[in-house]
DNA sequence: CGCAGATTTGAATGCAATCAACACTGGTGG
DNA sequence: CCACCAGTGTTGATTGCATTCAAATCTGCG
């Protein structure tokens, strides 16, 4: 609602432990040379800090760079007629939400915040010119495009062909395992900032139905959850119950040769 | 049902107005040079013919080519628990719907064919040659999977925000729009290979629905078929029906200087 | 404490699924 | 040439999952 936050002046110094946590997510799926490593640690970020619930892109905009989350939570999402919101996909830290916009100019959906969010910008000449030096990386950050269409296809799978039921349970399966790909899980569970009306426009469902599905997992003793803390309480069941099957997440995979 | 087809010999020699269909392809989402036409022309193409129904890559596989489509209708599609299909994207002659094999070696999804087929395999070993040579057909071809990543997104947000009735227009109208792009509409109308029950996989709907919906459109004058041709009567209330904006096809822009 | 956002609950409604026939169509073989 | 047949399209009746509407808690936070 309030883009006050966004309004704050960039930031030029980020810790090398933020830029960690890109390397972090491209070697959960694929390997990374050290001169590779080097090059895109010394990638220049403008750093910016969100509040919860603003745009950071909109749809129809033509941003001359891409964006890192370094902390919090994203969304994209697109706005159908009649005012209804359908969320494209989550991002945790470490992930660039919009690198499309690398090669496709005219946004076609928007990216915005679930939770107070610190983003890092680089233009995409930078990135071209690294791509350009480092073919291999080039196969890389393609390969995270492609696995981001491979998510979008299960989401798709999950939106037309599965119940209520296996929609959520899919769902915190995916979150939890993506989180865990990169070490931001807490133990058997993690922090999930998404309401149940945000989780209900990613699935397609009604928040009222979300809740309920929501309790019903928690009777069945497959979660638990205190505040945005969710914790897998029976991980083989919830699995189960969401038909998960990671395969489309191509994690840890070696990088085929160029 | 039946794959007696798909055992025909390998044919070596490709009509060059086969070949045309990818450059086609190409050039309505890019542009493309004199020496990288040549390039794209020079590709090796080993053609199988395949019938109705057939499945092409299936879900698990790792295939060493990524496959072209040179005549005939194809869908990507999954199975859910529960024996549910559903149809993640259409594909039309010129399309290279498996080109994310390149770089995710184990597919997620199948290829199959919704009408007899004619398709070219190319190695990966010989496209990433090409590419290698060629960086700005590289961005030519990430751009490609860019677009095929923002269907998805189009498609998601279709099963899951919107009608019934709005669905079936949607898919008919980019249906419609994308062939158009690459000149293998007819008129003001198209071949629809997709049967209902194909059509309702692809929307998460069931069949039954699909067909009272498509008799609706009928009976308020925004198409007409007559077997699988559709012909499109009123265009801009089929639009609008559909909420169908066709910027997510990304046609007919110029490629980024890279 | 008070407020806004979020979650929860209950009741009624509705869109689309399902079930079950029936009609049509194109292709095949007798 | 026609009968057959499987696949496809069409129709009607019924069911049900999820939505919608409305209101009551709960929670975090200033």
């Not at 994203?74 to 690198?99: E, W």
Request: contains cysteine; neutral net charge.
């Amino acid at each position: 609602v309030t883009e006050a936050f966004a309004s704050l002046q960039p930031v030029q110094d980020v810790g090398t432990a933020h830029r960690l946590r890109l390397i972090r997510k491209l070697e959960s799926i694929a390997k990374i040379s050290p001169e590779e490593r080097q090059a895109v640690l010394a990638l220049p970020l403008r750093v910016r800090e969100y509040g919860d619930a603003a745009d950071i892109v909109r749809e129809g905009e033509s941003p001359p760079d891409s964006c890192l989350l370094l902390e919090g939570f994203l969304c994209r999402y697109k706005m159908s007629a009649g005012g209804r919101r359908q969320i494209l996909s989550f991002h945790i830290p470490g992930d660039i939400p919009d690198l499309q916009s690398l090669f496709l100019d005219v946004m076609d959906h928007s990216l915005g915040t679930l939770a107070p969010s610190r983003v890092a910008f680089i233009p995409h000449v930078t990135i071209h010119a690294m791509l350009r030096d480092f073919p291999n990386l080039a196969a890389v950050f393609w390969r995270e495009t492609l696995i981001d269409a491979a998510i979008f296809r299960e989401w798709l799978t999950s939106a037309g062909r599965r119940t209520a039921h296996q929609r959520v349970a899919h769902v915190l399966c995916e979150v939890y395992v993506r989180l865990r790909a990169v070490g931001l899980h807490d133990g058997a569970g993690f922090n999930m900032p998404a309401t149940q009306a945000e989780l209900s426009d990613a699935l397609g469902l009604s928040a009222v139905h979300v809740n309920r599905v929501l309790q019903d997992l928690r009777r069945s003793g497959l979660i638990r959850s205190h505040g945005k803390r969710i914790e897998i309480v029976d991980w083989p069941r919830l699995q189960q119950a969401g038909a998960f099957d990671p395969t489309y997440l191509h994690l840890h995979q070696g990088r085929p040769d160029v």
